[in-house]
């Protein structure tokens, strides 16, 4: 099923905000002295990533 452009729009911007979180928890990250919490962070990071490559694989399935 193709996405209408309103629905790739959507996604995109949802791409663009999870980058955004990304920097803050990269930021808090470096910063931070607790290794708990630098963990908790570098974990974050990697949730949102992934979740970045899942809406990037539905933009790509759907430019096919």
Known sequence: MALTGKEASL?????????????????????CTDPQLKGMCQAMIADHQNFINTLSRHIQTNLQ
């Open 11 to 31: 996604i995109n911007d949802h791409i663009a905000m999870e980058t955004a979180c990304i920097k803050h928890l990269q930021f808090a990250a470096e910063n």
